[in-house]
């Protein structure tokens, strides 16, 4: 069973939509999250970092961690077509720099 | 601009040959990252540097091999012990607890 698990998708939503990506994982002592956004061809890029549980919004995006469940969620509010791509999530404990990443949600925003 | 150069952009490979691929950064980061990323896998780590002259094996680094000569470049070699290379490669680097910053990667096809 791998460490973080991500649904692979795709997951198809109508411009506007409200768009919920989870992950969950196994490891107990993961403390930071992020969420990363890659465009097809091209590096991932940083969306969000939170630390511990409890929630943190970003404009149109916000990111939600349950510890107790261990259980983390990206929400995008008035999604875009430009909102399509495969999003990420990674995680990591206190001590250290190696993040583990979960397998990606592909999204499809349809104008 | 600060970022994370990755070159070529693609990459062709006989079999039996061995290549590089170049990751060079202005960040100023000490850590930096190597990852494989195949179709509905997800990102494995390869090899990862936190100071210059240092560097440990991540979980897939058979028929890779890296050097870690100077902050700013950490070059990745793909052996002919790697039986099956065809991927996208993406280097990353971070500063100590951040989050990473991704080159754009370089596609490798064995040919």
């Known amino acids: 069973q791998k460490e973080v698990e991500q649904d692979p998708g795709p997951l198809s939503v109508p411009e506007g939509a409200i768009v919920s990506l989870n992950c969950t994982y196994s490891n107990s002592a993961f403390q930071y999250f992020m969420w990363y956004r890659q465009y097809s061809r091209k590096g991932p890029e940083l969306l969000m970092y939170t630390y511990s549980s409890g929630n943190k919004e970003d404009g149109r995006f916000t990111a939600q961690v349950d510890k107790s469940s261990k259980y983390i969620s990206l929400f995008i509010r008035d999604s875009q077509p430009s909102d399509s791509a495969t999003y990420l999530c990674a995680m990591r404990v206190a001590a250290g720099n190696k993040l583990t990443f979960g397998g990606g949600t592909r999204v499809l925003v349809k104008p | 601009d600060g970022g994370i150069t990755q070159s070529p952009k693609y990459l062709f490979r006989k079999e039996g040959q061995n290549v590089t691929l170049s990751c060079e950064q202005n960040?100023?980061?000490?850590?930096m990252y190597w990852y494989r990323q195949d179709p509905g896998q997800g990102l494995r780590l390869i090899y990862y540097s936190q100071i210059v002259n240092d560097f440990q094996k991540g979980d897939i680094a058979e028929g890779y091999s890296v050097s870690r000569e100077k902050k700013e470049s950490f070059p990745l070699t793909v052996t002919s012990a790697q039986k099956n290379p065809t991927a996208f490669y993406l280097c990353?680097?971070?500063?100590?607890?951040?989050?990473?910053?991704f080159g754009s990667g370089t596609r490798l096809t064995v040919v």
């Open positions: 990353a680097s971070s500063i100590p607890g951040g989050g990473y910053t």
């Open positions: 960040l100023n980061h000490d850590a």
